[in-house]
């Protein structure tokens, strides 16, 4: 099923840009594991927060990001890849002067509000 997402061009035209948030969509979503990206403006942030008993990985798809993981800040370009263990806390900043597109990869996904 992901294979139809995997290039760059599909994975922007999936992009669920917002002017007033961050937008999020799922590309897939499974009993161990969900993908998804997550669309930032220039600006745009997600504030730190962590998953119990899930790891997370993100991958620049276009754009500058600073993604924190715990006390580590790092600023990623696209092909950039950053992890966050389970239980730690995460967050993304567009830092750039243009759009940030992040795949995020989620492992199990998170219980559903």
Do not use: C
Request: charged share 20%; aromatic share 6%.
């Amino acid at each position: 099923m992901l294979e139809s997402f995997i290039d760059d061009a599909a994975l922007r035209a999936r992009a669920p840009w917002n002017a007033a948030k961050m937008g999020k969509a799922t590309l897939f979503e499974g009993s161990g594991l969900l993908v998804g990206l997550n669309a930032f403006e220039p600006g745009q942030a997600h504030a730190p927060h962590a998953h119990a008993g899930v790891d997370k990985l993100y991958q620049v798809v276009e754009g500058s990001g600073e993604f924190s993981v715990g006390e580590h800040v790092s600023r990623l370009e696209r092909g950039g890849l950053v992890f966050a263990p389970a239980g730690v806390a995460h967050g993304v900043k567009n830092v750039g002067p243009g759009r940030l597109l992040v795949l995020a990869v989620m492992a199990p996904p998170p219980p559903k509000a």
